[in-house]
């Protein structure tokens, strides 16, 4: 069951979602048949819910766009890019243990 606070992204509105977002945003880049992916979907529901109002959570189909993937350079999945201010500030690739996330991602947005 997926949090409702994740947003979802698409090559079409990630300007409006991603960069022009007043909060710092999370940017999952995943695929349906990534296994790693369907690892830490869970994980990142748990995190928007805890974390709303400090960050935003969201995630991109990368089968269903290729533009953003492509621009940012995403090779592997799952891949996640913190943006802030309209800018890339950090990027961790493969499953991370919540621990491991929550840390990521406080680390990025407090820097």
């Known amino acids: 069951m997926m949090s ?13 979602e991603v960069l022009e977002s007043e909060l710092p945003v999370v940017l ?6 990534c296994g790693p992916c369907k690892m830490i979907a869970p994980i990142l529901d748990q995190l928007a819910e805890e ?4 960050v935003k959570i969201a995630k991109m189909n990368v089968d ?6 492509t621009q940012f350079g995403v090779r592997g999945i799952p ?8 800018k890339s500030v ?5 499953a991370l243990a919540k621990p491991q996330l ?6 990025s947005i407090e820097a």
């Open 4 to 16: 409702d606070k994740i947003v979802h992204v698409t090559d079409a509105n990630f300007a409006t």
């Open 28 to 33: 999952d880049f995943w695929a349906p048949w």
């Open 51 to 54: 974390m709303d109002g400090k």
């Open 64 to 69: 269903e766009n290729q533009a953003i993937p």
């Open 79 to 86: 891949t996640m890019i913190v943006f802030k201010d309209g």
């Open 90 to 94: 950090a990027n961790k690739v493969g």
């Open 102 to 107: 929550e840390a990521f991602i406080k680390a």
